[in-house]
């Protein structure tokens, strides 16, 4: 009972050092935010002041100082997580953050006797904020002195002596784990021995209950991560890892890294593309977590083409002919095929020099073939087109050989034209025969199984042809419609777009200005938000879940990033395509001649031990000899079998089980069905609250949960040619207990225990 008072007593003790610390950042953040505001207003009166010049200072003096405020009003809760106690180093120089630049300790920072004195604390948060002097009260998580807070072990500590992990609310700290990095040694801080608090951060960590959103692992990065979120930028990083290795957070986490080492640089933006919209929804609010908004823009595979969201999915069968690089020859044919429609004119009749002058059906297909003949974009052909349109009937007006003197001859031609191009019935034909096409014309031409099969002849058989031009001939987008839309963009060319007008603002009035500037020029804010609204490429790319891209979206994602650096994050064994191999060369050619740089995430922090074992049968049937990541922990709970008893219902049994779950843990439940059954299985577990959510196989991906329920593994693994990679996804989701629900086609045996799973 001492004992643990003594212990109790060095943790209270430890608690009220950290809270005088966090009051003291507090004090000096409510400073900052009192010059924010300072700036704010007297930004906005220089607004009053009557000058082109005055105005544009304004202008971009709040957005600088909204900006600053806003982010620290966003980070004024729970940003400060972490602190490090240093040995000192080999110099006393200091970097641009006020810390010591040193990496290795002094020579003499340790002493004979295994005593060493702390040289130096840091404490980590989501933004770095220094005092009146300048020197630090917490440290960027992204700056290089907080490196060793992620990238320090035992084995290979630096200057690290101890790693405190903060947990705090509001302005409240409630809790501290410390990891020692010299467990051999004892060192003092001000000449007090060094206390060691809990258990261990990570563990800690991993423990917490999950919700429907993403939070960061700032707190929690391990190692290897680190290496790979603090990776140079330059060229292509290829990030490989298996279910719960935390690649799509050290994705989210090397963004924010990147903006905070070379802004200027990342100006353009940075695009992160997520496999499912459900993904976004799930990681949108980590970054602005980590003090990083505005400059990333998160997008859903099935939502990367302006105008267009894809809320349908293609059976596996059309998704594989959708998917497939053969797309590529069948859309350049009905881009410049969508043109000869059953209503295009045959005729083309108009008046000059007093003569009637036509050109029949014939004619118009040979001018139309050799406007036809280049690459260009066929909605770019079309003054090419009108052109031979009027060479030709000028041709048959007689009048080229009326003058040998050329400026005569260049006068009569001229006039010709203008008489020509101008009549109504000229511009009526051009209109009807050579139309400006959208993606999504094209599209319903496709659907169209007689047309489709002309311009799909020796590419597509005559099965496949029949199921695409069925599925486009539904309204609904799918995710792979949406990548032939971007390719057909590309195909016809995107007509000009009319400048959007600039919304009336009410500062115009207050400058005095209106007679000397009619109109005002767009500000520096404006042109920034159009850009980034107008923005189709990027300075850097971030592709999540990159094994499931297929050929035909690495083409619609490679169009973003022409001239970007690249990060690359996926994991083989998950691949929902049916054809890796095709899907590589397509990624290959997106990323071009970049320099490759690999890491291998190999530690699963998401699922313990028992549930990664069975996870692991799976992945020897999908990819043999493919190694499964390696879990950190094992709660001792095995998961769970149960058969559907002959007679009962479907739905009842995953309810209860479900409802068994809620009772069990205190977060989220995720049951995963077959993408048939998606709507069904919502239908069965609408009463039973917020916590649980159902997910079509393909939409797991990415997401976890504190339980989940996977019902039928053998509906799930025979859905598509990657179904066993699917269903590896599926069972890969929980960090804590995992029930398998089995049906007749599963064949379990009497303990419940599904064919596919046994040993």
């Given at each position: 009972?001492?004992?643990q008072?003594?212990?109790?007593?060095?943790?209270?003790?430890?608690?009220?050092?950290?809270?005088?610390h966090?009051?003291?950042?507090y004090?000096?953040?409510?400073e900052?935010?009192?010059?924010a505001?300072?700036?704010m207003?007297?930004?906005?009166?220089?607004?009053q002041?009557?000058?082109?010049?005055?105005?544009?200072?304004?202008?971009a003096?709040?957005?600088?100082?909204?900006?600053?405020?806003?982010?620290?009003?966003n980070?004024f809760?729970?940003?400060?997580?972490?602190?490090?106690?240093?040995?000192y180093?080999?110099?006393?120089?200091k970097?641009?953050d006020?810390?010591y630049?040193?990496?290795?300790?002094?020579?003499?920072?340790?002493?004979?006797?295994?005593?060493?004195d702390?040289?130096?604390t840091?404490h980590?948060?989501?933004?770095?904020?220094?005092?009146?002097?300048y020197?630090?009260?917490?440290?960027d998580w992204?700056?290089p002195a907080?490196?060793p807070f992620?990238?320090?072990?035992p084995v290979?500590?630096?200057?690290?002596?101890?790693?405190?992990?903060?947990?705090?609310?509001?302005?409240?700290v409630?809790?501290?784990e410390?990891d020692?990095?010299r467990?051999?040694?004892?060192?003092?801080?001000?000449?007090r021995?060094l206390?060691?608090?809990g258990?261990g951060?990570?563990?800690?960590?991993?423990?917490?209950?999950?919700?429907h959103?993403?939070?960061?692992?700032?707190s929690?990065?391990?190692?290897?991560?680190?290496?790979?979120?603090?990776?140079?930028a330059?060229?292509?990083?290829y990030?490989?890892g298996?279910?719960?290795?935390?690649?799509?957070?050290?994705a989210?986490?090397?963004?924010?890294?990147?903006?905070?080492?070379?802004?200027?640089?990342?100006?353009g933006?940075?695009?992160?593309?997520s496999?499912?919209?459900?993904l976004?929804?799930?990681?949108?609010?980590v970054?602005?977590?980590?003090g990083?908004?505005?400059?990333?823009?998160?997008?859903?595979?099935?939502?990367l083409?302006?105008g267009?969201e894809?809320?349908?999915?293609?059976?596996p069968?059309?998704?594989?002919?959708?998917?497939?690089s053969r797309?590529?020859?069948?859309?350049?044919?009905?881009?410049r095929?969508?043109?000869?429609?059953?209503e295009?004119?045959?005729?083309?009749?108009?008046v000059a020099?007093?003569?009637?002058l036509e050109?029949?059906?014939?004619?118009?297909r040979?001018?139309r073939?050799?406007?036809?003949?280049?690459?260009?974009?066929v909605?770019l052909?079309?003054p090419?087109?009108?052109?031979?349109?009027?060479?030709a009937?000028?041709?048959?007006?007689?009048?080229?050989?009326?003058?040998?003197?050329p400026?005569?001859?260049?006068?009569?031609?001229?006039?010709?034209?203008e008489?020509?191009s101008?009549?109504?019935s000229?511009l009526?034909?051009?209109?009807?025969?050579?139309?400006?096409?959208?993606?999504?014309?094209?599209?319903?031409?496709m659907?169209?199984e007689?047309?489709?099969?002309?311009w799909?002849r020796?590419?597509?058989?005559?099965?496949?042809?029949?199921?695409?031009?069925?599925?486009?001939r539904r309204?609904?987008?799918?995710?792979?419609?949406?990548?032939?839309?971007?390719?057909?963009n590309?195909?016809?060319?995107?007509?000009?777009?009319p400048?959007k007008?600039?919304e009336?603002?009410?500062?115009?009035q207050?400058?005095?200005l209106?007679?000397?500037?009619?109109?005002?020029?767009?500000?520096?804010?404006?042109r920034?938000?159009?850009?980034?609204?107008?923005?189709?490429?990027?300075?850097?790319?971030?592709v999540?879940?990159?094994?499931?891209?297929?050929p035909m979206q690495?083409?619609?994602?490679?169009?973003?990033?022409?001239?970007a650096?690249?990060?690359?994050?996926?994991?083989?064994?998950?691949?929902?395509?049916?054809?890796?191999?095709?899907?590589?060369e397509?990624?290959d050619?997106?990323?071009?001649?970049?320099?490759r740089?690999r890491?291998?995430?190999t530690?699963?922090?998401?699922?313990?031990?028992?549930?990664?074992?069975?996870?692991?049968?799976?992945?020897?049937?999908?990819?043999?000899?493919?190694?499964?990541p390696?879990?950190v922990?094992?709660?001792?709970?095995?998961?769970?079998?149960?058969?559907?008893?002959?007679?009962?219902?479907?739905?009842?049994?995953v309810?209860?089980?479900?409802?068994?779950?809620l009772?069990e843990?205190?977060?989220?439940?995720g049951?995963?069905?077959?993408?048939?059954?998606r709507?069904e299985?919502a239908?069965?577990?609408?009463?039973?609250?917020?916590?649980?959510?159902?997910?079509?196989s393909?939409?797991?991906k990415?997401l976890?949960?504190d339980?989940t329920v996977?019902?039928s593994?053998a509906?799930?693994?025979d859905?598509?040619p990657?179904?066993?990679?699917?269903?590896?996804?599926?069972?890969t989701?929980s960090?804590q207990a995992?029930?398998?629900?089995?049906?007749?086609?599963?064949m379990?045996?009497?303990?419940?225990?599904?064919?596919?799973?046994?040993?």
């Amino acid at each position: 009972m001492a004992a643990q008072e003594a212990v109790d007593t060095v943790r209270d003790r430890e608690i009220g050092v950290e809270q005088e610390h966090l009051d003291q950042v507090y004090r000096r953040l409510e400073e900052k935010i009192h010059e924010a505001e300072f700036l704010m207003n007297d930004a906005a009166q220089r607004g009053q002041v009557g000058t082109p010049g005055a105005l544009a200072e304004r202008d971009a003096q709040v957005f600088r100082a909204g900006i600053h405020l806003n982010r620290l009003n966003n980070e004024f809760e729970d940003f400060l997580f972490g602190r490090i106690d240093l040995l000192y180093g080999k110099d006393g120089k200091k970097g641009p953050d006020g810390a010591y630049t040193s990496v290795e300790p002094a020579e003499d920072a340790v002493r004979p006797d295994n005593t060493a004195d702390i040289g130096e604390t840091l404490h980590i948060g989501r933004i770095g904020v220094l005092d009146s002097d300048y020197a630090p009260l917490v440290i960027d998580w992204r700056a290089p002195a907080a490196a060793p807070f992620y990238r320090s072990t035992p084995v290979d500590p630096g200057r690290v002596v101890r790693r405190r992990v903060i947990r705090s609310k509001g302005r409240r700290v409630l809790g501290v784990e410390d990891d020692l990095m010299r467990p051999e040694l004892r060192a003092a801080l001000d000449g007090r021995e060094l206390p060691v608090i809990g258990d261990g951060a990570l563990m800690a960590a991993l423990g917490q209950a999950r919700s429907h959103t993403m939070r960061d692992i700032v707190s929690s990065i391990q190692a290897e991560q680190d290496l790979v979120i603090r990776a140079p930028a330059a060229s292509v990083t290829y990030v490989e890892g298996g279910p719960g290795t935390g690649k799509t957070a050290v994705a989210l986490h090397r963004a924010a890294y990147l903006l905070y080492q070379d802004r200027r640089r990342y100006a353009g933006g940075i695009l992160i593309v997520s496999p499912t919209p459900l993904l976004v929804s799930y990681t949108e609010g980590v970054l602005p977590s980590l003090g990083e908004e505005g400059q990333v823009a998160i997008r859903a595979v099935g939502s990367l083409v302006d105008g267009a969201e894809a809320t349908a999915y293609d059976e596996p069968a059309v998704a594989r002919v959708k998917g497939s690089s053969r797309m590529v020859h069948v859309l350049r044919k009905a881009a410049r095929g969508a043109l000869e429609s059953p209503e295009a004119p045959q005729l083309l009749r108009v008046v000059a020099f007093g003569r009637r002058l036509e050109l029949e059906a014939d004619e118009l297909r040979r001018i139309r073939h050799n406007v036809l003949g280049g690459t260009a974009p066929v909605n770019l052909l079309r003054p090419r087109a009108r052109r031979l349109l009027l060479d030709a009937l000028y041709a048959k007006s007689g009048a080229a050989g009326r003058h040998s003197d050329p400026e005569l001859a260049a006068e009569l031609r001229s006039s010709f034209d203008e008489d020509v191009s101008t009549e109504d019935s000229f511009l009526g034909f051009l209109d009807a025969w050579w139309p400006e096409l959208t993606p999504r014309q094209v599209l319903d031409a496709m659907a169209d199984e007689r047309r489709l099969g002309r311009w799909a002849r020796r590419i597509l058989n005559p099965g496949e042809v029949r199921r695409l031009a069925r599925s486009l001939r539904r309204r609904e987008l799918s995710v792979h419609d949406v990548a032939l839309l971007d390719e057909l963009n590309t195909l016809l060319g995107a007509p000009a777009r009319p400048r959007k007008k600039r919304e009336y603002d009410p500062l115009d009035q207050l400058t005095g200005l209106e007679e000397l500037m009619p109109v005002r020029e767009e500000t520096q804010r404006e042109r920034a938000e159009r850009l980034a609204a107008e923005r189709t490429e990027y300075a850097h790319v971030i592709v999540d879940e990159a094994q499931d891209l297929t050929p035909m979206q690495w083409r619609m994602v490679g169009r973003r990033g022409r001239h970007a650096t690249w990060t690359v994050v996926g994991d083989p064994a998950q691949s929902s395509w049916s054809d890796p191999d095709e899907a590589a060369e397509a990624r290959d050619e997106a990323l071009g001649s970049r320099p490759r740089r690999r890491f291998e995430l190999t530690v699963n922090y998401r699922n313990p031990a028992e549930i990664a074992e069975l996870a692991a049968k799976i992945l020897a049937l999908a990819m043999p000899g493919k190694e499964s990541p390696r879990a950190v922990r094992s709660t001792g709970v095995e998961p769970r079998f149960v058969a559907l008893r002959e007679g009962a219902d479907l739905a009842e049994t995953v309810r209860l089980e479900a409802e068994r779950l809620l009772g069990e843990v205190d977060g989220t439940v995720g049951v995963v069905v077959a993408m048939n059954r998606r709507s069904e299985a919502a239908g069965w577990l609408a009463e039973l609250g917020d916590r649980v959510v159902a997910l079509g196989s393909l939409e797991a991906k990415g997401l976890e949960y504190d339980a989940t329920v996977v019902v039928s593994p053998a509906e799930i693994a025979d859905e598509s040619p990657a179904g066993l990679r699917v269903l590896y996804v599926a069972l890969t989701r929980s960090t804590q207990a995992l029930t398998v629900l089995s049906g007749d086609r599963d064949m379990p045996d009497e303990a419940g225990v599904p064919d596919l799973l046994r040993d």
